[in-house]
C-alpha cells in the first residue's frame, strides 16, 4: 500500500515558529500503523517542519518547490496524479497563516477521490483493496465505514498521539525536492486572498421586533396572564414540544 | 627444596594466571571507541590519586579503610618480597624470610576484618557470591603464606606444615589470579587502570572548582550514532572503569531511586554494564536486585544493546535516575555513573525519541518554545508586573544579570524571585533580566536531547553576548550549573554566582540588614546541584545563622545529602516506585525536629512542596531573609519614631 501524508505550512501555536501540526503528526502514526510505503509531501518553500515530520516517523519526503503564499492545490493534484498513491491522509484543520482546511475537500473534487473525514484508526480491509476507518463523530460517538481505495483521510485530534521526536531519524530522512509543473504559476501568481485588518463584528441574533411582519403576530406587549398561557401552550403544541 | 622456596615461583603463577585474565579483559575494552586520554600525566598522578583522593572516599566507612590498608599492603607487600627472593642468594637468608612473613601477618590481619565485615551476616549493600567466597582465598593465601614463611625463618623444622602452608597459599592465590578478569579482584588492576586513565581527569584537581568536573560533556551531532546504545559505543576508559567496581553498594545505599523502590541501583547498573561487554554475568549477580525488578532478556555482547527488554537493562533503569551524583560522590572506585545513564539516554531519546512519560512532550515544547511546559518566554516577567523589573535591551548594561529559570512560570517559583527581588532593590543592587531569557536547556540535556540542549545554549549565549554585565545570580541551581559549568564548552564563560552566595555577601558586608528572626529550629536541604555539585555548602547555612535561628542538620546534608527526587528529569520520566522520593526526604526533615524547612532551589521547593500531610514549612533562602529584612525595616522604623518622640518630648 501506499500512503501520502500531506504536510501543510503550520505554525506553532505559541512561539509561531514552523512546527509540523499536531493532526499531521498523528496521520504519520496512523500511516505507520498501517504500514507500507509512506511518503510525505508538501508543497512549499523549504521548511523546519518537515524535519519535524521526518523526525516523528517519515523517511521521505518529496517537496514540490512552490513559491509561498501561493495556493498549493493545483501543484499537489498533478503530484499525487503522478504518483498515485492509495491512502492519502491531511489534518482535518489547518495551523498556519493561510491554511483554511479545506485543501483535503479541494483535493477530493479534483482527483475525483472519496473523501472520510475525521477519521481515528485505519486498517487494511478484509477485501484486497479496501480500508476500514474508524471516525470520531459528535458526542463521542464513533463510526466503522470500509471504503475501497484509493481514497483520501482526514485526521482527528482523537487518533493515537503521534511518535516521540528522534533527532537522529531527522537527521537521516530524505527530502526530495521537485519543481512546479506549471511554468505560468512558477512566476508566483498573486493570491486570490485578501488581507484587510481585523474588525469585531455585531453578534448575530434573533430579534423580535414589532414592525418586522413574521414576528408581528408573536409579539405581545403585556398581555392578560391567562391569554399569554394560552399563547405559549399553543406555541409549544404547535412546535411539537408539549403534546396531548 | 623446601617450601617456601617455591613460594616465589607461586607468585609468578599467579601473576602469569591474572595476566592472561586481565588481558583477556584489556582485548575487550580495546573494543571501546576513541577516548583522549593523557597517559603520562595519568600514570605520573597515579600515587596521588590512589593513596589520597581514593583513600578520602573509602576512609567515610571506617571499617572499609581499616580492612583494606593491611591486606592491599600485605597483598602487595608479601607478593613483592617474594618476586625479590628470585634473587639468588636472598631466599637462604632467615631475615629474609622474617619480613614476609611479616608481610603475610599484616594481610592476614586484614582479612580477619574483610571476614568481620561479611561472616556471620554481610552489611546489607555487599555482593554476595563470588565476592562473599573471596575472603576464604585471601585467607588461605596470608594464612598459607605466613605459615610457610613463618616456619621457613625458623630455619624449616617442620617440612611437612611448610607443605601444607604452600599448598594452602597455591590454592587461595591461584583461586584469586583466576578471577581477576571477571571476580572481585579485577577492581584492583582495573581500578588502578581507572584511575591513571580516568575519563575525568580534571575531578582530581583541587585548583580547579568543583563545578568544572561535574558538568556533562557535550557530543558531536554530525556522529554517526549519537548517544550510547552497545557496550562498544563506550569510550574505551568507560568500558575500563565499569571492570573497576568492586560491587562495595556504597553507591546504592546512597541512591534515592533505590530507596523509593524504582528500579536503580547504581551498583548493579555498573555490574551489569561491565558484564554487557563480555555477552553477560560471568556468574549470578549476587548483589540486591533492582527494586521492583523488570524482566529483561540479560543477553549482552559488544555488540549487542543494552537497553531493553531484549537486552541487559530495562530502560526503567536509566530513566530512574535523578542525576543527583550521590552514588559518584560516595565511589570509592571514582566511577561515573551519571555520565553514563545520560550517554544512555542520549540513545534513546535522539535514536529513537524513547522518553518516558511527559519526556516527548517536555522535549517538543522546549524544541519549538524554547520552554520546557510550553509557555511564552516572553511573559516570563510577566509574574514581576509592579515589581519594576529592568530589562535589557541589546546593548544596555548592568552589574547583575538575574537569571529568573523555569521558576518565573511556576507559582511558588514566583514568591521566591518576588523575594529575591525585593532584597535586591533593597540593597540597592544594579541588576536586570534578559528581553527574552530562553530556556537554560538543563532538563532537555539530562533527558538526553542533546541536540535541543545545544540549540538553547548557543542561542542564550548569543543573546548574553548582545548585552553587558558583570555576573549572572539565579536562584535556579540548575541554570547556575548550566550556565557555570556547562555553557564554556559552547564559548560562554560566565561568571555565575547563586543567590545564597550573592545575598550572603550582602548581608555580610552590611547593604541587607536582617533582624533576628525569634521561632522554631530549621533544618537546610542541600540541593544536589548546589552543593555536592558546585560544592556550595556553607553560604547558605551562613546565611540562615545569620537570620538567628537554631539550625540543625539532618543526618544526610552537605556532600551526603539526599536528592529531592526533582533532578534529571526524574519527575518528567515517572518511574513509579513504592515510595516517593520526597517523602523520604521529608521524613528525614521531621526527624531534626525543625519547624521549616530552608530550601534554595525551585525543583526542591516543588517536590518537598509537594508532600501530603503534617510536615515542616518549606521556605526558600530568599524568602526567610526577606522575612528578617522586613521585621528589621519595622524594628528601625520603631525606634527612630521613639527617637523622634524623645525629640519632641
Known sequence: MKTTVLLSAARHPVS?????????????ALATRL????????????????????????????????PNGSDPMEDLASHLRAAGPDLILAGRRGQGGLDSGLLPYRLAERLGLTLVADAIAIEAGSEAGTVRIDQALKKGDRRRVTVRLPVIVTVHPLAPPPAAFAYGAARRGMISTHPVNDPIRQEGQGSEWEERPYRNRPKLMRTASASSGDAAEKLFVDPDPKEAARLILDYLERNGIRQF | MTAASLLPLLVLAMIVVAGVQIGRRALLWRSGSFADVDWVAGVKALPKRYLVDVHHVVDRDKSASRMHVPVAAGLVGSAG????????????????????????????????????????RAMPRLSLGRYQRTPVYLGLFAGGGLLCALLASFGDPLPFFSFLGLILAAAGGLALAAQAATGPMRHALAGAAHLALHPRPERFDERLPK???????????????LGREEPADFAWNRLLSFDACIQCGRCEAACPAFAAGQPLSPKHLIADLAAASGGGHASAYAGNPYPNERSVAREGGLHHAVIGTGGMVHPDTIWSCTTCRACVEECPMMIEHVDS?????????????????????ILDNSRLTDEPNGHDVATRTDFAAGLDLKRLDDGARTDVLLWMGQAAFDMRGQRTLRALIKLLKEAKVDFAVLGEERDCGDLARRLGDEATFQRLARANIGALSKVGFQRILTADPHALHTLRNEYPAFGGDYEVVHHTAFLNDLVASGRLSPARLTGAAITYHDPCYLGRYNGEFDAPRALLDALGLERREMARSKRKSMCCGGGGGAPIADIPGDNRIPDLRMEQVRQTGAATVAVACPQCTAMLEGVTGDRAEVRDVAELLLDAVEAGRGEKAKTEARAREVETA
Open chain 1, 35 to 66: 504500514g507500507g510505503d509512506i511518503r510525505g509531501l508538501h508543497a512549499g518553500p523549504e521548511s523546519d517542519a518537515l524535519r519535524e515530520a521526518l523526525g516523528v516517523g517519515l523517511s521521505k519526503i518529496d517537496r514540490i518547490d512552490a
Open chain 2, 211 to 225: 563545578g568544572r568536573a561535574t558538568g556533562l560533556k557535550p557530543i558531536d551531532l554530525d556522529a554517526a550514532k
Open chain 2, 81 to 120: 618480597l617474594l618476586v625479590l627472593g628470585l634473587v639468588p642468594g636472598i631466599a637462604g637468608s632467615r631475615i629474609y624470610w622474617a619480613v614476609v612473613a611479616l608481610a603475610f601477618a599484616v594481610m592476614a590481619a586484614g582479612v580477619v576484618l574483610v571476614a568481620r565485615r561479611r561472616y556471620p
Open chain 2, 341 to 361: 545513564i545520560v550517554d544512555l539516554r542520549r540513545y534513546q531519546t535522539l535514536e529513537h525519541g524513547a522518553v518516558p512519560g511527559k519526556g516527548a512532550d
Open chain 1, 16 to 28: 509561531g515558529r514552523e512546527a509540523l501540526a499536531r493532526l499531521e503528526a498523528q496521520a504519520i
